[in-house]
């Protein structure tokens, strides 16, 4: 969610500061501030609202010039959005200065214990008294780090916290438990954000930072330690995109770029999966053959779009793999005793590596003594570190909000990891598997004809800008593919749009069908000839009821055509992996309806990009 910046080094750290808050306004936020130290005084300034506000107010009233600096970008949790509970927030002295993201959830008893003792807060944040509790601990001694390891050591929830001391002037603490923050690594210079979006165009070296960890920050190296000062192991790694693949490319929207980009998205996902020998090969996996042979039950824990692709890994899995799988929504699942033991395999599925809700549904997994496979996009998230494999899905970076390229390769992790499955537990032979590969090894070529074939769906978005609600139907698959069209409608279009199983229309949404109501249908491969027989069915049913019927079919499937208002064709392929053809022109509608609403597609309203809090 908040996204933070810290900067230490030669360059004037206000520029370093704001450029990292820029790359980071696709997270979502609606405060910013920035503290600049120099000459030995602390500087201040935020703003309600976005970027463009401090920055205008950075300009009228320009801080002192100074080479170090934090940012942040504020996604209200505590306290409205306003200038008062912005970050930063600085201590009674005005000398400390803290960021934070997350949630403190002891924050009332210690607010209170801080306003008995006489500290003056002026917000209504969780934030600022971890601002006050460091001012206490720094009159102990010791310096900044060690008073934000005493202070961490009193907090409760997640979060990660950047602070500064003019009595340190050289020196910029973070602190992280359960909440993202990285290093990055330069010449004379590092950095710290909760993403390296931010620190991207000065350095891809990068640290990952682990749980309950503190680390200080200087222009001649970087420090860490656990929250008792003991020395840490650190990881260092070096991301494997550069600041062109974060920028727009000449696209209105990043969301437009990253649909564009999804052909080669998902055919960096395949690239390097089969061997020599022909056999599918997942060299992160780091989870046996054995003991994959032993899993008799998959659990699938994930959020958003996310979920979404864990349904369609529950046809493949249990097609494929020939083993139960179920699907749970991350925030319940630990919420309801599921039973688990050694020889259930929980998969995880987050493109951040940052979901609160997947990191602690998998946490719970593990006191159970499952085993843990996470599917992520972000090399040094917390994710993977969790689990005991990991399927990256080499995405590359996603700054929309709203998801598009992750999802579809998060499918194609969804679908090795069934086939691996399958090669491993002999459920498939190995040609069927190596055909298999090859199928999805002609996707990229598939999703890249279905973008060329857009301009008409464009042009029908544009025509339903007035509408107010749309509804989305499918069947097996195509379930799955509704709801993902329906939330990415609820997202961009601020519409009331609803996702069904066709063949519960009987069982109460046929009353929602009325005249002229645009219907959106996901219509299954003819191959599937009882599932296309009964969905052309459901379709003559809400047509029959006044019902604009959009149908999304394959091409030359001649028998959909005469109930169709509009059709648009896909390219043919397997059932399974039709998700990857029939999703594309949801996304594309859903961008489009949404820009002629006049919406920001690439931040809509009360949205972040990470969830990072419970």
Not at 373 to 387: A, F, K, Q, Y
Not at 440 to 461: C, G, I, S, W, Y
Not at 476 to 483: E, K, T
Request: charged share 25%; net charge negative; with cysteine.
């Amino acid at each position: 969610m908040c996204g933070i910046v810290g900067y230490v080094g030669g360059r004037p750290a206000l520029d370093v500061v704001v450029g990292g808050l820029a790359r980071l306004e696709y997270r979502g936020y609606d405060s910013a501030g920035v503290a600049v130290l120099a000459d030995g005084k602390l500087a201040t300034a935020k703003r309600a609202g976005k970027l463009a506000n401090l920055r205008a107010a950075l300009e009228e009233e320009p801080p002192p010039a100074g080479t170090l600096g934090m940012g942040h970008t504020r996604w209200a949790t505590h306290g409205p959005p306003n200038d008062r509970n912005a970050h930063p927030h600085v201590d009674c002295t005005g000398s400390v200065a803290v960021i934070h993201n997350g949630i403190i959830e002891n924050f009332a008893e210690l607010r209170a214990e801080l306003e008995e003792g006489g500290h003056g807060l002026e917000s209504d944040t969780d934030t600022e008294a971890v601002a006050h509790l460091l001012e206490d601990e720094l009159k102990s001694g010791g310096g900044l780090a060690d008073a934000m390891r005493r202070v961490c050591r009193r907090l409760e929830g997640a979060f990660t916290l950047v602070a500064v001391h003019s009595g340190d002037p050289d020196l910029v603490v973070g602190a992280r438990r359960n909440s993202p923050l990285v290093v990055g690594v330069g010449d004379g210079e590092n950095f710290l954000a909760s993403d390296v979006a931010a620190f991207i165009a000065h350095t891809r070296d990068a640290i990952e930072l682990g749980q309950d960890q503190v680390v200080e920050l200087r222009a001649a190296g970087v420090t860490v330690t656990d929250f008792e000062g003991r020395p840490a192991e650190v990881k260092e790694y070096h991301v494997d995109w550069d600041v062109s693949a974060a920028e727009k490319g000449g696209y209105d929207y990043f969301m437009l770029k990253e649909i564009a980009e999804q052909p080669r998205a998902v055919a960096d996902t395949l690239l390097g999966r089969i061997g020599s020998d022909g056999r599918l090969h997942l060299d992160e996996m780091r989870i046996s053959d054995r003991e994959l042979r032993e899993v008799d039950k998959i659990i699938i824990v994930a959020c958003g779009t996310s979920y979404h692709a864990g349904l369609i890994a529950k046809y493949a899995i249990e097609h494929w793999a020939g083993l139960p799988c179920e699907v749970e929504l991350a925030s319940e699942f630990r919420y309801r005793d599921p039973i688990l033991s050694p020889s259930t395999l929980v998969i995880a599925i987050s493109q951040s590596g940052e979901t609160m809700d997947a990191l602690m549904a998998v946490r719970h997994a593990r006191e159970q003594k499952a085993k843990l496979l996470g599917i992520c996009n972000v090399n040094g998230s917390t994710l993977p570190r969790e689990c005991d494999g990991v399927l990256y899905t080499h995405a590359g970076p996603e700054i929309a909000v709203a998801s598009t390229k992750a999802f579809l390769t998060q499918l194609v992790a969804v679908y090795l990891i069934a086939l691996y499955l399958a090669q491993v537990r002999g459920t498939k032979w190995g040609d069927e598997v190596f055909a298999m590969v090859q199928l999805l090894e002609r996707m990229p070529e598939k999703v890249d004809k279905v973008l060329e074939t857009m301009e008409p769906v464009r042009e029908l978005a544009r025509s339903l800008a007035g509408e107010h609600c749309v509804l989305f139907l499918g069947r097996h698959v195509g379930f799955p593919v509704a709801l993902e069209g329906a939330l990415k409608l609820k997202e961009l279009a601020y519409m009331h749009a609803e996702g069904f199983a066709a063949g519960e229309l009987k069982h109460g949404p046929i009353a929602l069908i009325e005249e002229n109501l645009p219907v959106v249908v996901v219509v299954p491969p003819r191959a599937r000839d009882v599932l296309h027989d009964k969905i052309v069915s459901n379709i003559q049913e809400i047509r029959a009821r006044g019902a604009r019927t959009i149908v999304i079919a394959e091409e030359g499937d001649e028998s959909v055509e005469p109930y169709a208002d509009t059709l648009i064709s896909v390219p043919p392929v397997p059932t399974l992996l039709q998700p990857l053809v029939t999703t594309v022109p949801l996304q594309v509608f859903a961008c489009e309806l949404a820009t002629a609403k006049g919406h920001d597609v690439d931040q809509p309203r009360n949205l972040a990009k990470s969830v990072t809090v419970e």
